[in-house]
Every structure is written in structure tokens, then in C-alpha cells.
């Protein structure tokens, strides 16, 4: 059963830092990208970060702050967001997906966690 669980969400003021994990299960790490989306009300999901095996790939709103990395075993997938903005503000997704992974851009086989909640105050 497949399965990606996110973790690590919270509140915090512009400059501050949070960490986010995703716990994955039942995604073959050589076959799937694994990522970070993000989405605000009246928004369309948009990709933050990307990671298959030891390639990276980011946003540009958010090259130079935040990094995306991978256990050792490859089923877990971490985003550390620094010198975080009020526009990080928004749900952040773990995904898994077949595809262009530097894209940054979901597939209709994307694997999507429940969501975690990150808000960056003035």
C-alpha cells in the first residue's frame, strides 16, 4: 500500500526556518520522484522542490533557501525551508510521481500526502 505522510508544518516569522519530512512506503525509490507542492486558497498547486536519487531540483522563488534531501534508504524525503517569506505561507504536499522530475510539475500519476500547514508572519 502506498502511502507518503507529512510532517513538521507550523507557524513562524519571516527569517525563521522549518523542517518538513515525509515518510514514504510502497514507492520504489528508483522508479518515482519525490517532491514538495505547495498550494494557497485561489491558487493552482505549485512544485517547490524535487529529488530523484541524488539530483535536486527547486523553484526559483525558492533556490538559495530552501533544500530537499533523502534518507539513506530513500523513503523518507525532507525540505528545509530557511529564510522563509509570507508568500511561503500554504499547504505543502509531499508527492511521488513518474515523470520529468525537474519539471516541477505533477503527473496524472502523482501520489499526494494529506498536506501539512506552513504560515510565515511579517
Known amino acids: 500500500q502506498v502511502q507518503l505522510a507529512e510532517s513538521g508544518g507550523g507557524s513562524v516569522q519571516a527569517g525563521g526556518s522549518l523542517r518538513l519530512s515525509c515518510a514514504t512506503s510502497?514507492?520504489?525509490?528508483?522508479?518515482?520522484?519525490l517532491g514538495w507542492f505547495r498550494q494557497t486558497p485561489g491558487k493552482e498547486r505549485e512544485g517547490v522542490a524535487s529529488?530523484?536519487?541524488?539530483?535536486?531540483y527547486y523553484a526559483d522563488s525558492v533556490k538559495g533557501r530552501f533544500v530537499i534531501s533523502q534518507n539513506g534508504t530513500y523513503n523518507q524525503v525532507h525540505l528545509q525551508m530557511n529564510s522563509l517569506k509570507p508568500e511561503d505561507t500554504g499547504m505543502y504536499f509531499c508527492a511521488a510521481w513518474r515523470g520529468a522530475c525537474a519539471a516541477l510539475v505533477p503527473a496524472s500519476n502523482t501520489l499526494w500526502g494529506q498536506g501539512t500547514q506552513v504560515t510565515v508572519s511579517p
Open positions: 529529488s530523484y536519487i541524488l539530483r535536486t
Open positions: 510502497g514507492v520504489p525509490y528508483s522508479l518515482y520522484c
